[in-house]
């Protein structure tokens, strides 16, 4: 476990800015749709607390809107960049270095929302996501809402058929499409240690947690992953077009391997 979390802090504490810049440049469909969504179900003025939150553009984002926020991130580099951003943008969050292991510092049931936005897809067994669920339930209000992301297995399908084709014929890259071909899930050095899952596991998952009910379950790019480098070609007006037809297929269960992240929204028992 160790070396597993000196391995992740060390990939993302070397380039905080290749996070910010993808779902600012590569992949602000992820995003438009993803906040479209959480809208939903985050108040005026409650406090998040975002687990994993990175160099911080859900935060910024929520603390522009006026919320509360505090960001917790594995890696001190992408602690000091979501500062940095912070400032920028002229808003205030909190931003703490630590472990979606280890929510001790906070008090029980003392934020109205969490994020576990990212620590899902970099925990390797399943008793390490389990706790990582638990403690963000711990301290998530009851009545809150827990968002909680995860990379589909065959979303790295998606990214090989449309980045890397020739993975496909790659000897070292054949257990993963076989995984992905009988629909499980798998734990594996990828980018760094990464977890990716099913649908069917990702619900699994949170349901194997009392307390929790699930609200929905929606594709974070929607139907629009495997098309992003095409959709990056079109002009302003187009895309935004798009965006907004994706949203009306993104909580489609049958759509729901169109995407690369898929999140499920949870709501704390009363």
Not at 246 to 262: G, I
Request: aromatic share 12%; with cysteine; glycine share 6%.
């Amino acid at each position: 476990m160790r070396e597993e979390t000196d391995a992740i802090r060390t990939y993302y504490n070397a380039d905080p800015r290749k996070e910010w810049d993808r779902l600012m440049k590569k992949y602000p469909h992820e995003k438009y749709i993803t906040v479209h969504v959480m809208d939903r179900y985050i108040q005026p003025g409650c406090g998040i607390l975002d687990i994993g939150g990175g160099p911080g553009h859900y935060s910024i984002h929520y603390a522009r809107q006026g919320h509360p926020v505090t960001l917790l991130d594995l890696s001190d580099e992408n602690v000091r960049f979501a500062k940095k951003k912070a400032r920028q943008y002229g808003v205030k969050i909190t931003a703490l270095q630590g472990n979606a292991l280890d929510l001790s510092r906070f008090p029980d049931e003392s934020f109205d929302t969490v994020f576990l936005m990212g620590p899902l897809y970099h925990l390797m067994n399943e008793e390490s996501r389990i706790r990582a669920i638990q403690e963000a339930k711990r301290v998530l209000k009851p009545d809150g809402y827990l968002f909680s992301s995860f990379i589909l297995m065959f979303g790295g399908v998606i990214y090989g058929l449309r980045e890397l084709e020739e993975t496909i014929l790659m000897p070292r890259e054949q257990q993963y499409f076989e995984v992905a071909a009988k629909d499980e899930s798998l734990a594996f050095d990828a980018f760094t240690y990464s977890y990716m899952t099913t649908v069917r596991d990702a619900e699994q998952l949170l349901a194997s947690v009392p307390g929790l009910k699930t609200e929905t379950v929606f594709g974070q790019e929607s139907i629009l992953a495997p098309y992003k480098n095409e959709l990056a070609k079109q002009p302003k007006k187009i895309r935004m077009a798009w965006y907004e037809y994706a949203l009306r297929f993104c909580e489609k269960r049958e759509y729901l391997t169109h995407t690369e992240h898929l999140m499920i929204v949870s709501k704390k028992d009363s």
